[in-house]
């Protein structure tokens, strides 16, 4: 049986438990019989041996196999007693500070619970030789300021629970008898709550502020942000150097990381919101006085280069036509291939001596010298089917850039309308980001207490 006087503390960086406790041992040998004292009062049930009798009575090796350290109070004289009682039974009572080693996990923290066995067993005796249980009635009594089977700590709540049923350990070449104790570390969650995730909630929501500051603002909207990402990273590192190590993120890393990542998208959204503004102010005008010059130059202006450009490609259209219907025409008939040259050369004389130029299609005009056709080249077949292959390639290449074109200037499109939704003008990105930012934060809330409360539920199970 134990007596738990008080718990002298938790150390969660070497994982260990210091307890001061009165542990009784109790065995039954009849092989000793006590010796009626005639001075003793009959009313006295036990005798009281001395430490020279102790010498000479068979004693369990009690092994504790969480022990890290054991200290036997002592004030004058250690605190021991050896009683044989009058039915051969002997009860060892020893006062002890016991420093146990737990194994404890702190991912779920500061929700982590932590389980502690102890077991009581002998080292040499096996479970045919020797078995160990606890007591039926007060296997554990405790201090009246004690709670219903458990001690509040500044940081923990700490219970204490035995198991009746008989338990075994192996070690060695066989099994050995053991009484665990089970000790119960729940961590007080309430200051946790007040220290950090209430502040880091608060933080959050300022930066929240930012969506309702006209983005013109830039000092006091950027201050707000930067402020309020500082310090949620100077408590996410106060945290995290005051609170024990763990394989993973803990608990509460989780949510100061989820808390510095929820300002940081506000001020990535301010980031946006100034380069639409910017792109409002200055790109957008740049670009559409450059697209409106273009097409003021493509519409037939007063200058002679601009005429050209138009008027070119009918040109090389009626070049092309010009060349396929001297190349299809075989070459013995001369007669048609004189006419039609005459005719071009007429024609080509008429238009210089009127001042006009050559007529063509759009109302522009322009001067072309008449091309001197080579025998070689537009006398058969293949000339023509040459000279139409070109002229297929050219109008391919054309359409192919104008449909690139048209692309780009939809996907510019579509940049300049979400751009200008993330300005000045109209301030659209700060409304939708004012509703999903906290629509999301309470999403991430939800899941985050649903899911960690039910993993600490089911450690305390």
């Not at 010059?293 to 138009?310: E, K, Y």
């Not at 060349?323 to 299809?328: A, M, N, P, R, V």
Request: aromatic letters at 10%.
């Amino acid at each position: 049986s134990l007596y738990i006087n008080r718990i002298s503390g938790v150390d969660e960086n070497k994982e260990e438990i210091s307890i001061d406790v009165f542990l009784q041992v109790s065995w039954e040998d009849p092989r000793l019989v006590p010796v009626d004292d005639p001075v003793a009062p009959l009313t006295k049930q036990y005798v009281e041996l001395t430490l020279a009798e102790r010498e000479t009575v068979w004693v369990p090796d009690l092994y504790i196999r969480q022990l890290r350290e054991l200290k036997v109070m002592a004030l004058l004289e250690e605190l021991s007693s050896l009683r044989l009682y009058k039915n051969s039974t002997l009860v060892l009572s020893i006062g002890a500070t016991i420093i146990f080693k737990c194994d404890m996990d702190f991912v779920l923290y500061p929700l982590d619970v932590q389980r502690c066995p102890v077991d009581f067993s002998s080292y040499k005796y096996t479970v045919k030789e020797m078995r160990f249980r606890w007591r039926t009635e007060n296997a554990l009594t405790f201090p009246h300021d004690f709670g219903d089977g458990f001690f509040r700590l500044p940081k923990y709540v700490v219970s204490f629970y035995t198991e009746q049923e008989p338990q075994t350990i192996h070690y060695g070449d066989d099994n050995h008898s053991s009484a665990r104790l089970e000790i119960t570390l729940s961590r007080e969650v309430k200051s946790y709550l007040l220290e950090n995730y209430l502040p880091s909630t608060l933080f959050v929501s300022m930066s929240w502020g930012s969506f309702v500051v006209v983005p013109e603002i830039v000092p006091g909207r950027m201050v707000l942000l930067v402020t309020t990402l500082l310090s949620l990273i100077t408590m996410f590192d106060t945290v995290r150097n005051n609170s024990p190590d763990a394989l993973e993120l803990k608990c509460l890393e989780v949510w100061l990381i989820s808390c510095t990542l929820f300002v940081f998208f506000a001020l990535m959204e301010y980031f946006i919101v100034l380069f639409g503004i910017r792109y409002d102010k200055h790109w957008r005008v740049a670009a559409k006085a450059h697209h409106h010059h273009h097409l003021g130059g493509g519409g037939g202006g007063a200058g002679g280069h601009s005429s050209v450009h138009v008027s070119a490609p009918p040109v090389q259209l009626q070049q092309s036509t010009l060349s396929l219907s001297q190349s299809t025409v075989e070459t013995p008939m001369n007669s048609s291939h004189a006419q039609r040259e005459n005719g071009l050369e007429s024609n080509a004389a008429a238009g210089l001596s009127g001042g006009g130029g050559l007529k063509v299609p759009g109302g522009a005009t322009n001067k072309v010298q008449p091309q001197e056709s080579d025998p070689t080249k537009l006398g058969g077949v293949s000339g023509g089917s040459i000279s139409n292959l070109s002229g297929s390639f050219q109008t391919t290449q054309h359409v192919t850039s104008v449909m690139t074109r048209r692309r780009v200037y939809s996907f510019r499109n579509v940049a300049d309308v979400a751009l200008m939704y993330a300005g000045s003008q109209r301030g659209r990105l700060d409304q939708i980001s004012l509703i999903i930012f906290p629509l999301s934060f309470l999403i991430f809330t939800i899941a985050y207490w649903t899911m960690y409360i039910s993993e600490s539920n089911r450690k305390k199970l």
